[in-house]
């Protein structure tokens, strides 16, 4: 059975960090693009960062410069680094395995003063 867990979300103030976690078992991450996606309430998903199985990375332009994202294939987790947090960026935030059906539950992030 395939899980992914998340977890480091939470309430924050604008301007703090928060780093996310997710956590893989029964696949090996080694094999897959990581992506982490974030829905806000009303709005539709949307693709946050990707890292390659070569550990490249790509980002949404509205993170760029502040969220980092990588992966441990040791410890098979990826890892969403949030810095300069702001009030759009409030969402529930999922970990996914690229081409596959395989997805987190989500963990919520609250940016807010």
């Known amino acids: 059975q395939v899980q992914l867990v998340e977890s480091g979300g939470g309430l924050v103030r604008p301007g703090g960090s928060l780093r996310l976690s997710c956590v893989v078992s029964?696949?090996?991450?080694?094999?897959?693009?990581m992506d982490w996606y974030r829905q806000a309430p009303g709005k539709q998903r949307e693709l946050v960062a990707t890292?390659?199985?070569?550990?490249?990375?790509n980002y949404v332009d509205s993170v760029k410069g502040r969220f980092t994202i990588s992966r441990d294939n040791a410890a098979n987790t990826g890892y969403l680094q949030m810095n300069n947090l702001k009030p759009e960026d409030t969402a529930v935030y999922s970990c996914?395995?690229?081409?596959?059906?395989?997805w987190g539950q989500g963990t919520q992030v609250t940016v807010s003063s």
């Open positions: 996914h395995l690229d081409a596959t059906l395989y």
């Open positions: 029964g696949r090996r991450i080694a094999f897959y693009t």
């Open positions: 890292i390659s199985t070569s550990g490249s990375p």
